[in-house]
């Protein structure tokens, strides 16, 4: 045996179980498709790494078995990311809604110490070795792996999948997981782009492209779901991080409520208008709300040139009803290459909730995003990578 474990993927997962794995003194070696580890790690959160979140409980993750995370989240805590960076020199900053970041430090550092206690512990991260076959044996299994031109072998009792979702192909995103289970009869939850941006075709495209750049501050309902942060109009569609939040739960052919004052009501502040300067237009009230071109925009559907006081009962009910209850029907999504997780993956049924372990091949674990769960935007989906790694590097 070349090791006790090997595990294939040196992202979020993999380096965090490696490491995990070293603490209880067992040795591990970790193939690499990229050229370095940890890439996606490197591009998160702007470069800065939001990772993990204040708040996270089991109810930010979707899932088809929403109890499953429950066991991996009891082992290791959001305590247990911000102890175990602050052991390290890396301490957590919140910048909103319980996002934390490392304080004066940014995502590099993070993969820096994670290669750092590899190497300390000798636990081998081989890069450039794309894994192309894994044979289950009596005892164990034989991973091959080519790197170069040249296929290597290895044998270790324990395997651990932890190469990720589809999102970014151009970074050499794979569907090893995918594959590998459906492979072995393993069920999979089917998956689709998440957190990712929302495109609008057609009639409406035009009205989205005029306001690229613009943001506004909005609620975005389905009968699902509810997020309250920024839309930003983009010269395809919607993104920001509202969009993003509400895209996971979004399917095609559906229509998103966006509530453009969420905290205030607009016929209340034109009724309070109305009572002290009836010939105010609703264009500055709006622009008192509203960028400027946001109101020009609003233009297409209210009568924004019109004084508050000569607004009609019907046209304040439509201003109401636009302003509250604005629909959007987007066409599509901007899919894998734009997106920041994979929704579906492998089922959670399919795995021991404690230790990972696949139930249909005793010594076979897998972790990350190539399972069922995927978490909103804001460090969720990374804290569900360290618990993952941790509860994998238990059993190994
Ligand atoms: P991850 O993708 O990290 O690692 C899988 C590894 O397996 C990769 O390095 C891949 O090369 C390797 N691999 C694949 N097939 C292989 C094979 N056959 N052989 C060998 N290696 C193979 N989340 C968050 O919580 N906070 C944030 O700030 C962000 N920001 C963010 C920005 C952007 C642009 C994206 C795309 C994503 C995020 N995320 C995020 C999501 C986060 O990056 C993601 O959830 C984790 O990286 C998932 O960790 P994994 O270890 O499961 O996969």
Redesign the pocket.
């Known amino acids: 045996m070349d090791a006790d474990a090997i595990i ?9 179980c490696a490491v995990q794995a070293g603490f209880l003194g067992k040795k591990v070696i970790l ?4 050229n370095q ?5 490197l ?4 470069g ?6 204040l708040y996270a409980t089991e109810e930010q993750f979707i899932s088809a078995n929403k109890h499953f995370l429950k066991s991996a989240f009891t082992q290791w805590t959001v305590e247990d990311t911000i102890g175990f960076f602050e052991t390290y020199g890396i301490t957590g900053q919140e910048k909103t809604l319980g ?1 934390l ?1 490392p304080e004066n430090k940014n ?1 590099k550092a993070i993969v820096e110490l994670f290669r750092g206690l590899c190497q300390d512990m000798d636990q081998q991260i081989r890069c450039n ?4 076959e894994i044979h289950i044996l009596e005892e164990g299994f034989t991973v091959s ?1 080519e790197k170069g031109s040249k296929i290597f072998h290895l044998h270790a009792p324990k395997l651990v999948i ?4 589809l ?2 192909p151009k ?4 569907d ?2 995918l594959r590998f289970a459906r492979m072995h009869g393993l069920n999979i939850i089917e998956t689709a782009p998440a ?1 990712v941006p929302l495109t609008i075709t057609g009639k409406e495209e035009e009205w989205y492209a005029r306001l690229s750049g613009n943001a506004v501050f909005c609620e975005l309902s389905n009968d699902r779901i509810s997020f309250e942060e920024n839309l930003l109009f983009t010269h395809w569609g919607l993104s920001g991080p509202a969009v993003l939040q509400i895209s996971s739960y979004w399917r095609k052919g559906e229509s998103i409520n966006v509530n453009l004052l969420p905290h205030q009501n607009i016929s209340e502040l034109i009724e309070k208008e109305r009572a002290g300067n009836g010939k105010t237009l609703l264009s500055s009230l709006f622009n008192r709300l509203y960028t400027r071109k946001f109101t020009e925009a609003l233009s297409k559907y209210l009568p924004v040139d019109k004084p508050v006081g000569a607004l009609t009962k019907i046209e304040m009910e439509y201003i109401h009803q636009t302003i509250h209850l604005f629909k959007v029907k987007p066409a599509g999504d901007k899919g894998y290459d734009k ?3 994979m929704r579906g993956g492998i089922d959670t049924r399919e795995l021991s909730s404690k230790t990972l372990e696949c139930k249909k091949i005793p010594g076979l674990y897998f ?4 399972i069922d769960i995927t ?1 909103w ?9 360290w618990a ?2 941790f509860v994998i590097a238990q059993a190994l």
């Open positions: 294939i993927g040196a992202g979020a997962c993999g380096l965090m193939l690499e498709k990229a580890p940890g890439a996606k790690i591009i998160s959160g702007g800065r790494c939001n990772y993990t979140n996002q970041f995502a070795a794309e894994v192309k792996y932890a190469t990720g979702g999102p970014i970074m050499g995103a794979t090893f997981a957190l997106a920041e997780v972790g990350g995003e190539c978490g935007l804001g460090g969720y989906n990374f804290q569900w990578a993952s790694a």
